[in-house]
């Protein structure tokens, strides 16, 4: 019985659309539309030599769960005994695969063999004959050590090509749209945005290899692979899947797919089989000498690798293939799984330290997202930024690298950009702050092991600006049960021990409190209750409000005050706030989990009310600079989907008409019509610039319909 029942042809409407159903930042997890099934992404497409074939297509299909392939057009079409059935019977039939095929051009034998004989429409021709869900252009492959007029040359005639194999292609098959441009970032930012805006007849290119980098991966080239990378998708559009052409080692899957790659191909789980080499996650391993296997799959159970060394060379091969196919698959659907709990990249980051050469890449990715210049790499990352959720549930487990991760870089960013002093204290007086308290050698969570603390230096002086120490540096008391601040994975000593000099607590200017004279204190648990310390925490409670609507929705702190002055809330067993209220209204709960805010109805309509109006049109967006406090993100949707949206289904793709640019996955949006009028509020899934992009698929989910009766 198959493992994997029959493709089910994707809806006609849906035929060649991309959908995104769960994401990480740039990582996501895809759904792509062929008429051969849905394909999940991001996945391998294995290489199948229709003239070798050491894994059976139908094996892949029925025991690895391989929802699409790749093989070559090119060798097909010069060889009679494979073209004429592939012509008469189709290429499913040939292959005896009945999910999606993927087919390529004669490119790569370009770059082997120096030349084809096919023609760039001949080529496409042969492949909507035989019926492959994806094809691909015959584009001109440009070698890494080819010169910058070479490769600007193969630039050019990628894209001289693309018009002629889109018209060439039709309505029949979907076709791969390559990006070329050798090592040159701004070649490779040319290329991707062409080869973007070519069509005919409405048709683009349905996915965006990326080519010729093949030699580099031979080399172990990361740094300037993965640099390509980010140029090439600073200008492919975001519903357009990213197909890494020819990489298919598990190493190199975690960072690919955490910088967006949703397809790879390769045959190295055939070639380095017949070289008697297995793949690892962590590298490739010679069985030769070994006497245990590094890794286990199905594959090897039961077997020792001199038993397998014994083995005629064809089984040999086969058995060794079969596992190198397991481990690429198993390593995806780790992939995967990390993208769906948020951890993609530190799988990328533990991965990175198996290889020097990797390692070299991977610090160069951090050394660019720190410094964000205005290059293709630093615009790619900056969006990656801006679409990673700031905060999320769970632990954050500690190592050197912790501080560069997105969506911690996001967090900091948001709190130094919106965060703001008190207008006023606890005591009623107002004025600038006169000291700055950083609570050290104390671990969360902070409201119970340093409360007592706190309270006296506030009683002390109340013009006292409350930060806590931690791993990340200081951050402002306001934040104290947000993750990743007090959910950090590590050894008790990361919370004590720690001096007691204030320069050792990195620089506090990033919140505006540079020359304010800091005192360190140790933490001291409340041990009493009184009417002066009630109105101090009363006083906190409302600070931590103000301070997370302002960071997280993008609302400035002196509205927020104006419509908290009558502020009550409910405290749960463990002394946290759960729903807070003004002036009687349930107007939010701060999340247990992430310490995040989940807006009601009622909040929507206020954090809205600061804010009116409407987010400009797709097209006509107002590019001057953008506030600090831009309000709470608007969605605007069409007058088609204000009755279901209304009612609180989800706001999908292809019903988004604008969005304001600080539209950030993961936090509060509110949804209105052309005309202003608040329909529904919830959490969007997808940036702005997605949204303009995407057809199919969730953009917002809807908490609650605003229009319900």
């Known amino acids: 019985m198959d493992s994997n029942p029959a493709p089910v042809p994707c809806r006609p409407q849906d035929w060649g659309k991309f959908e995104i159903t769960k994401r990480d930042g740039a990582a996501r997890i895809g759904r792509f539309h062929t008429r051969h099934g849905v394909v999940t992404t991001p996945m391998l497409l294995p290489v199948v030599n229709p003239n070798l074939r050491t894994i059976e297509p139908r094996e892949m299909w029925e025991k690895y769960g391989v929802e699409a392939l790749i093989t070559n057009s ?53 492949q909507r004959e035989i019926g492959v869900d994806v094809g691909t252009m015959l584009d001109v492959f440009g070698r890494p050590d080819m010169s910058r007029g070479q490769i600007q040359h193969a630039v050019d ?24 441009g050798g090592l040159h970032h701004d070649l490779r930012a040319e290329s991707a945005r062409l080869m973007s805006q070519v069509q005919d007849s409405g048709r683009t290119f349905a996915v965006h290899p990326i080519g010729g980098i093949v030699p580099l991966m031979e080399q172990q080239r990361y740094l300037e692979l ?15 899947p990213i197909h890494m052409f020819g990489c298919g080692h598990p190493l190199l899957f975690p960072l690919s797919v955490a910088l967006g790659v949703d397809f790879f191909d390769s045959a190295a789980y055939a070639l380095f089989a017949r070289d008697d080499r297995i793949l ?25 690798p001199k038993m397998v060394l014994k083995m005629s060379k064809e089984r040999r091969s086969e058995i060794l293939a079969h596992h190198n196919l397991e481990i690429t698959q198993s390593e995806l659907a780790r992939c995967r799984e990390a993208i769906r709990n948020g951890t993609i990249w530190k799988l990328a980051e533990v991965r990175s330290h198996a290889s020097p050469r990797l390692r070299e890449a991977f610090e160069w990715v951090l050394d660019q997202l720190e410094e964000l210049e205005d290059t293709e790499a630093g615009s790619t990352l900056l969006d990656l930024m801006a679409s990673t959720n700031p905060i999320r549930k769970g632990g954050e487990s ?43 050698n104390s671990a969360p969570p902070w409201r119970e092991s340093a409360l007592g603390s706190i309270v006296e230096s506030l009683i002390e002086n109340p013009k006292t600006v409350v930060l806590i120490s931690t791993p990340l540096g200081p951050v402002p008391y306001s934040f104290e049960d947000v993750s990743p601040f007090c959910h950090i994975d590590g050894p008790e000593s990361i919370w004590f021990n720690q001096s007691d000099q204030s320069e050792s607590y990195g620089d506090v200017s990033y919140l505006g409190l540079g020359g304010i004279p800091i005192k360190i204190s140790s933490s001291k648990t409340l041990e009493e209750s009184s009417v002066e310390i009630r109105k101090i925490r009363t ?39 759960v729903n807070v209220s003004f002036n009687g209204e349930h107007v939010f709960s701060p ?37 600090d406090h ?13 009755p279901f949206v209304g009612d609180g289904r989800n706001v999908m793709h292809g019903y988004i008409l604008g969005a304001d640019s600080h539209t950030t996955p993961g936090q509060p949006c509110v949804v209105v019509s052309q005309e202003g009028e608040l329909i529904a509020h919830g959490v969007p899934t997808s940036t702005s610039l997605e949204m303009t992009a995407f057809k199919k698929g969730i953009a917002v989910k809807v908490r609650d319909g605003c229009l319900k009766e």
């Open 280 to 304: 690892t996650p962590e590298g490739t391993v010679k069985v030769q000498g070994l006497n245990e296997w590094p890794v286990t799959s199905s594959a090897l159970f039961g077997k020792t």
């Open 630 to 642: 831009p309000g709470i993100p608007r969605v605007m949707i069409s007058e088609d989907a204000i």
């Open 74 to 126: 090119y060798v097909i079409w010069k060889h009679e005994k494979l073209s004429i059935p592939a012509k008469s019977d189709g290429i499913h039939k040939l292959l005896d695969f009945p999910g999606a095929v993927v087919t390529d051009s004669g490119t790569f034998q370009s770059y082997v063999y120096g030349d084809v004989e096919v023609s760039p429409s001949e080529i496409v021709s042969f």
């Open 539 to 577: 006083w906190l409670d409302r600070c931590s409000i103000v301070d997370k609507l302002s960071v997280f929705c993008g609302v400035h702190p002196k509205k927020l005050c104006e419509v908290s002055e009558k502020m009550e809330s409910r405290r749960s067993n463990t002394d946290r706030m």
């Open 157 to 180: 005639e990628t894209f001289n090509r693309a018009h002629l194999s889109l018209v060439e292609a039709g309505n029949d098959i979907l076709l791969n749209g390559p990006i070329q």
């Open 226 to 240: 993965f640099g390509i990378i980010l140029a090439a998708r600073s200008q492919i559009p975001p519903d357009k």
């Open 398 to 440: 500690l190592s050197g690298d912790i501080g560069f991760r997105p969506h911690v870089l996001h967090l900091l960013a948001l709190i130094s950009l919106r965060w703001r002093l008190p207008g006023s204290w606890w005591d009623g007086s107002s004025g600038p702050p006169e000291r700055v308290l950083i609570i050290h």
């Open 591 to 627: 999340r247990l989990k992430d310490g995040g805010i989940s807006l009601t109805t009622e909040g929507a309509r206020i954090m809205y009310s600061l804010y009116p109006g409407t987010p400009d049109l797709f097209g006509e967006e107002d590019l001057s600079e953008e506030e």
